[in-house]
């Protein structure tokens, strides 16, 4: 894909995301910003935060666990590499801690693919695991939703038995509910 279709991709993303009644009415969602081909996210964070929701995104810890930050713009964030993997963007701001995210509404979860039960497949390093197992611990249940183009909504990815599925999917053409209790 080309940047522009990234871009193009994102816009109808947020547009789509911003249907959800959880999102836009939440008073904080943490939610991260995008790399390499993945939907942009820009744009979604933007919408929410002139929408006046609180924007909290990762920061990646030494362990791979995150710590939060709030968003306050495009000008908040700063390129981070971490050891040899991709840079990413972070929020430079103060820390709010790794259990910032139990405060959240909403949950906005990055993944390669999410099928029909609404289990997510996600990149392998586990940080988003600790989130779900945080939020677990913590009795607080933010509706998790999972941001992903419409070839990455698949019939079936493998879960293990620590995986939760998510409320819904949110892809450039539209929004898919899952039945999780």
């Known amino acids: 894909m080309t940047a522009a279709d990234i871009q193009e991709t994102g816009r109808a993303l947020a547009e789509h995301a911003l249907e959800l009644p959880g999102l836009t009415a939440g008073r904080t969602v943490a939610a991260y910003v995008s790399v390499g081909t993945e939907p942009a996210t820009l744009p979604l964070l933007e919408a929410l935060r002139t929408r006046g929701v609180r924007v909290l995104l990762p920061a990646l810890l030494p362990d791979n666990d995150l710590d939060w930050g709030e968003y306050t713009g495009p000008d908040c964030l700063e390129q981070v590499r971490h050891g040899g993997k991709m840079a990413l963007s972070e929020p430079s701001g103060p820390r709010l801690g790794p259990d910032a995210v139990t405060a959240a509404d909403v949950v906005l979860l990055p993944g390669l693919a999410v099928d029909a039960r609404g289990m997510r497949l996600g990149r392998g390093g586990g940080s988003y695991d600790r989130v779900l197992a945080r939020l677990e611990r ?3 249940r933010p509706r998790l939703v999972v941001l ?5 909504v698949v019939a079936r990815v493998p879960a293990e038995a620590h995986d939760r599925p998510v409320h ?3 892809t450039p053409s539209g929004v898919r509910r899952f039945p999780v209790p």
């Open 148 to 152: 992903l183009y419409d070839t990455e």
């Open 168 to 170: 819904a999917v949110v």
């Open 138 to 140: 913590a009795g607080a």
